[in-house]
């Protein structure tokens, strides 16, 4: 009798242990809980480094950052609180992108309909396509002062070429066999353009004007590193010369939330434009 | 007598390639439809028969030869005829009803009366209740049905469609087949069909015209298929009339 009721407890102990197990292998399995111990584990081994000061004196902890990024909201520092640094940035941002658009979409537009303005334009743009935005800073601020233009201008010139791109190779690569459709159907040249081209280079357009905008925030930064009295870059560059490692790194969470809200509020409008496109998961 | 709708007179084509390579693709290729006759071009792939469709709508230039509409020659695309492609050239930034309302809309019909007449043609298809899908929702057989309805609002005078069910599997193919019949008894058009499945041409054909089976192509013979519809393919004079096309084209099945 006795046996049996250890053999019982036995069985009962072993169905539980299973139990966990495959409860644990279930979580193991749940991208959320992985997820989650992804960002747990980098933020001890983060920790570690920095009690353990690995990387020396100038590597502050998790939680001083979030420190320093509460001091930054309220407390001005050059006469701006963080919010009002990260409104500088964008502003600039915003300004350079439109620009960029507004000058880079027609004219790939028009390079992609016209030989001759691909062959006036394109070896003047290949020549420039390859120069990285931030070796024109020197120039830009020989040109334009430490102002806000100098800052529009390198925006622009890192900006443009997606779009410019982007709009060329949309056109470009349209099926020519939707031009066999509309052509059959009657329709004219100009119909052609408007009912077949536009709409089918749309997506890769809009693909280049998201690019755009990521190469916009980038430059906004090292443009702001450079010379700026305000900006998410000068907040960067401020904790370099007051040796406050937590201030560069706030800084730097707050550039990568902000591109990281940019590209989704694009992808949402995206969304809302071209409602066709399929949702890639 | 019935009239001549098109007339095809001696059409060759060759196309350069790589700007030395000549390929001669059609040669001296002379055939004639009358006004509402279903004829099908039968051959295999790589016999120019799209190539050929091509011409008669237009979209290349017989290198000789011409070709004639109502006696008119066709110097280009025209709305006078309506194209189905092999490949689903729906525009997948409209929907269904956007892709049918096309050709009426590019000849500034108003609103109203091309939504109409395009919804007309949805259901004529029978696509009723997809109005507003887009064609990546669509199965491969709607969307070769859109195609069919884009091209029939149009209200062309002529019908070519070029391998439309090329890309469905059997059991769509069939049911299509037997829906281009119901389509073309509901609204007759001269239709100029291209396949390369002799079970196809026979279903469907009033008459078929056989190509030969490489490049350039020739017409070869040209069968009238004298069986009432709907047709069986089980039928015995199908069968009969399949195994002689079988052995005087040798074309694989």
Known sequence: MAIEVAKG?????????????????????????????????????????????????????????????????????????????????????????????????????????????????????????PMPPISWISLAILWFGIGETSKVFIIIIGAIVPCVINSFNGIRLVDPELYDVIRMLGGNRRQEIWEVTFPAAFPAIFAGIQISLSVAWTCVLAAELVGAREGMGFIIILGMNLSRPAMIIGGMVVIALTAWVLSLSVGQLEKWVCPWKREIH | MTKRKIVCEGISKIFMQKGTQRVHVLDTIGLAVDENELVVILGPGQSGKTTLLRIIAGLETPSTGRVLLDGKEVTGPGPDRGLVFQRYTLFPWETVMGNVVLGPKLRNMPKKARRELAAYYINLVGLEGFENAYPHQLSGGMKQRVGIARAYANNPQVMLLDEPFGQLDAQTRYYMEKETIRIWETEKRTVLFVTNNIDEAIYLGDRIITLEGKLPGRVKSTYTVNLPRPREHTDAAFLELRQKITEETQLLL
């Open chain 1, 9 to 129: 407890t036995q069985q009962d102990l072993e169905e539980n242990h299973s139990g966990i197990g495959v409860f644990l292998l279930h979580c193991l399995k749940n991208r959320f809980v992985l997820y989650t111990l992804s960002i747990i584990g980098f933020l001890l081994i983060w920790y570690a480094i920095a009690v353990l000061r690995i990387l020396g004196n100038f590597m502050p902890r998790p939680l001083e950052v979030v420190n320093q990024l509460g001091i930054m909201m309220v407390d001005p520092l050059a006469g701006r609180t963080l919010p009002l640094h990260l409104w500088a940035s964008l502003q600039r941002v915003f300004i350079g992108f439109l620009l960029s658009v507004l000058i880079g979409v027609p004219l790939g537009l028009l390079m992609a309909l016209s030989r001759p303005i691909n062959s006036i334009v394109k070896p003047v743009f290949d020549l420039f396509k």
